[in-house]
Nanobody, 115 residues
Framework: QVQLVESGGGLVQAGVSLRLSCAAS????????MGWYRQAPGKQRELVAV???????NYADSLKGRFTISRDNAKNTVYLQVNSLKPEDTAVYYC?????????WGQGTLVTVSA
């Protein structure tokens, strides 16, 4: 089974940018879509962005503008660029991959934004 490994999180100050990476152990063409979700302390996991196999992107309405999802099919990697980070962006960011029969989650990468 394909495994997903996120990286790129850390402790940062408000206003900076981060690029999170999600590396798959196999081909991401096996999945209809790849996505990023996040879970803030005490809150439910929420969708951030999705990028289907056709490359068209979708974002949570409340998060449009500062987040950019992209994929490098040759590297089997999906990225999430986050600009102008805010303290409310503090969360564990999870990578997700799914098709009709399978859904895979990564272990998450923690992003902590200080004011």
């Amino acid at each position: 089974q394909v495994q997903l490994v996120e990286s790129g999180g850390g402790l940062v100050q408000a206003g900076v940018s981060l690029r999170l990476s999600c590396a798959a152990s196999g081909s991401i063409f096996a999945f209809n879509a790849m996505g990023w979700y996040r879970q803030a302390p005490g809150k439910q996991r929420e969708l951030v962005a999705v990028i289907p196999i056709d490359g068209r992107t979708n974002y949570a309405d409340s998060l449009k503008g500062r987040f950019t999802i992209s994929r490098d099919n040759a590297k089997n990697t999906v990225y999430l660029q986050v600009n102008s980070l805010k303290p409310e962006d503090t969360a564990v960011y999870y990578c997700n991959a799914h098709n009709r029969d399978l859904e895979v989650w990564g272990q998450g990468t923690l992003v902590t934004v200080s004011a």
